[in-house]
Nanobody, 123 residues
Framework: QVQLVESGGGLVQAGGSLRLSCAASGRTFSNYAMGWFRQAPGSEREFVATITNDGGITYYADFVKGRFTISRDNGKKTVYLQMNSLKPEDTAVYYC????????????????WGQGTQVTVSS
Protein backbone atom coordinates (compact mmCIF):
# COMPACT_ATOMS: atom_id res chain seq x y z
CA GLN A 1 0.00 0.00 0.00
CA VAL A 2 1.22 3.46 -0.88
CA GLN A 3 1.15 6.28 1.60
CA LEU A 4 1.96 9.90 0.83
CA VAL A 5 2.67 12.35 3.64
CA GLU A 6 2.97 16.07 2.95
CA SER A 7 4.75 18.52 5.20
CA GLY A 8 6.18 22.02 5.14
CA GLY A 9 3.05 24.13 5.02
CA GLY A 10 2.47 27.10 7.28
CA LEU A 11 1.76 30.79 7.53
CA VAL A 12 3.94 33.15 5.53
CA GLN A 13 3.76 36.78 4.47
CA ALA A 14 3.25 37.74 0.85
CA GLY A 15 6.54 37.58 -1.01
CA GLY A 16 7.86 34.84 1.24
CA SER A 17 8.81 31.26 0.50
CA LEU A 18 7.92 27.77 1.63
CA ARG A 19 9.17 24.33 0.65
CA LEU A 20 6.67 21.51 0.69
CA SER A 21 7.72 17.88 0.90
CA CYS A 22 5.82 14.73 0.09
CA ALA A 23 7.31 11.51 1.42
CA ALA A 24 6.16 8.25 -0.12
CA SER A 25 6.15 4.71 1.16
CA GLY A 26 6.46 1.69 -1.09
CA ARG A 27 9.19 0.38 -3.33
CA THR A 28 8.05 1.71 -6.70
CA PHE A 29 8.22 5.48 -6.17
CA SER A 30 10.70 5.96 -9.00
CA ASN A 31 8.30 4.35 -11.48
CA TYR A 32 5.68 7.07 -11.21
CA ALA A 33 5.21 10.68 -12.13
CA MET A 34 4.08 12.78 -9.19
CA GLY A 35 2.03 15.92 -8.97
CA TRP A 36 1.02 18.75 -6.68
CA PHE A 37 -2.52 20.09 -6.59
CA ARG A 38 -4.18 22.63 -4.34
CA GLN A 39 -7.65 23.37 -3.08
CA ALA A 40 -8.83 26.66 -1.68
CA PRO A 41 -12.03 26.90 0.37
CA GLY A 42 -15.08 26.72 -1.85
CA SER A 43 -13.01 25.83 -4.91
CA GLU A 44 -12.22 22.71 -6.88
CA ARG A 45 -8.87 21.01 -6.48
CA GLU A 46 -6.59 22.42 -9.17
CA PHE A 47 -3.37 21.36 -10.81
CA VAL A 48 -0.18 23.10 -9.69
CA ALA A 49 2.81 21.12 -11.00
CA THR A 50 3.90 17.67 -12.06
CA ILE A 51 7.18 15.86 -12.60
CA THR A 52 7.99 12.71 -14.55
CA ASN A 53 9.30 9.62 -12.82
CA ASP A 54 12.95 10.43 -13.54
CA GLY A 55 12.57 14.13 -12.88
CA GLY A 56 13.46 14.99 -16.43
CA ILE A 57 10.26 16.80 -17.39
CA THR A 58 8.15 19.19 -15.38
CA TYR A 59 4.92 21.04 -16.07
CA TYR A 60 3.39 23.97 -14.23
CA ALA A 61 0.11 25.77 -14.06
CA ASP A 62 0.40 29.21 -15.61
CA PHE A 63 -0.30 30.93 -12.31
CA VAL A 64 2.85 29.45 -10.68
CA LYS A 65 5.31 29.53 -13.56
CA GLY A 66 8.49 31.29 -12.55
CA ARG A 67 7.59 31.15 -8.85
CA PHE A 68 7.25 27.45 -7.98
CA THR A 69 9.65 24.60 -8.70
CA ILE A 70 8.84 20.91 -8.44
CA SER A 71 11.64 18.41 -7.89
CA ARG A 72 12.13 14.90 -6.59
CA ASP A 73 14.70 12.70 -4.92
CA ASN A 74 14.00 9.08 -5.82
CA GLY A 75 16.56 7.85 -3.32
CA LYS A 76 14.58 9.51 -0.55
CA LYS A 77 11.21 8.75 -2.18
CA THR A 78 10.27 12.38 -1.80
CA VAL A 79 8.86 15.05 -4.09
CA TYR A 80 9.23 18.73 -3.30
CA LEU A 81 7.51 21.96 -4.19
CA GLN A 82 9.60 25.07 -3.68
CA MET A 83 7.28 28.07 -3.57
CA ASN A 84 8.74 31.56 -3.88
CA SER A 85 7.14 35.00 -4.21
CA LEU A 86 4.01 33.71 -2.55
CA LYS A 87 0.77 35.61 -2.97
CA PRO A 88 -2.39 35.64 -0.84
CA GLU A 89 -4.19 33.83 -3.66
CA ASP A 90 -1.80 30.89 -3.19
CA THR A 91 -3.55 30.17 0.11
CA ALA A 92 -4.89 26.61 -0.07
CA VAL A 93 -4.42 23.08 1.09
CA TYR A 94 -1.70 21.52 -1.03
CA TYR A 95 -1.85 17.83 -1.93
CA CYS A 96 0.62 15.54 -3.60
CA UNK A 97 -0.59 12.68 -5.72
CA UNK A 98 0.79 9.67 -7.58
CA UNK A 99 0.08 9.65 -11.31
CA UNK A 100 -1.73 6.53 -12.50
CA UNK A 101 -2.29 7.34 -16.17
CA UNK A 102 -4.20 9.67 -18.43
CA UNK A 103 -3.82 13.44 -18.29
CA UNK A 104 -1.03 14.74 -16.05
CA UNK A 105 -3.13 17.82 -15.34
CA UNK A 106 -6.31 16.13 -14.13
CA UNK A 107 -6.83 15.01 -10.54
CA UNK A 108 -8.71 11.89 -11.66
CA UNK A 109 -5.43 10.64 -13.18
CA UNK A 110 -3.86 10.30 -9.72
CA UNK A 111 -4.60 7.23 -7.64
CA UNK A 112 -3.01 8.00 -4.28
CA TRP A 113 -3.13 11.25 -2.35
CA GLY A 114 -1.65 12.62 0.81
CA GLN A 115 -3.68 14.24 3.56
CA GLY A 116 -2.67 17.73 2.47
CA THR A 117 -0.74 20.56 4.07
CA GLN A 118 -2.17 24.03 4.67
CA VAL A 119 -0.43 27.02 3.14
CA THR A 120 -1.64 30.44 4.24
CA VAL A 121 -0.21 33.62 2.75
CA SER A 122 -1.00 36.85 4.51
CA SER A 123 -1.06 40.21 2.74
Amino acid sequence: QVQLVESGGGLVQAGGSLRLSCAASGRTFSNYAMGWFRQAPGSEREFVATITNDGGITYYADFVKGRFTISRDNGKKTVYLQMNSLKPEDTAVYYCGRFAGGSLFAQYSYDYWGQGTQVTVSS
